[in-house]
Nanobody, 114 residues
Framework: QVQLVESGGGLVQAGGSLRLSCATS????????MGWYRQAPGNKRELVAA???????DYADSVKGRFTISRDNAKNTMYLQMNSLKPEDTYVYYC????????WGQGTQVTVAS
């Protein structure tokens, strides 16, 4: 069974940057469109960035121009470079396939202080 492990979160000041990583254990990674999601307690998980197997990307309006999603198929790893962070980016961030079909990992907490 494919496992997803997110890392790279932390506490950062507004305007700062973080780079999240998503490591996967399965060999199917390279064939799947993937996405980064975020969720606040009690709220629905939302997709913020997606990337196809070929590298085409799409972003939620709230992060467009600030976040960059990328993937390294050879390493079965996906990344989310987050720049110009805002307090409203404070969430737990998760990775999954583009439509959230795999078991969810633990996520990684991102906290942006004002």
């Amino acid at each position: 069974q494919v496992q997803l492990v997110e890392s790279g979160g932390g506490l950062v000041q507004a305007g700062g940057s973080l780079r999240l990583s998503c490591a996967t254990s399965g060999s199917i990674f390279s064939t799947k469109a993937m996405g980064w999601y975020r969720q606040a307690p009690g709220n629905k998980r939302e997709l913020v960035a997606a990337i196809t197997s070929g590298g085409s990307t799409d972003y939620a309006d709230s992060v467009k121009g600030r976040f960059t999603i990328s993937r390294d198929n050879a390493k079965n790893t996906m990344y989310l470079q987050m720049n110009s962070l805002k307090p409203e980016d404070t969430y737990v961030y998760y990775c999954n396939t583009r439509y959230g079909k795999l078991p969810w990992g633990q996520g990684t907490q991102v906290t942006v202080a004002s």
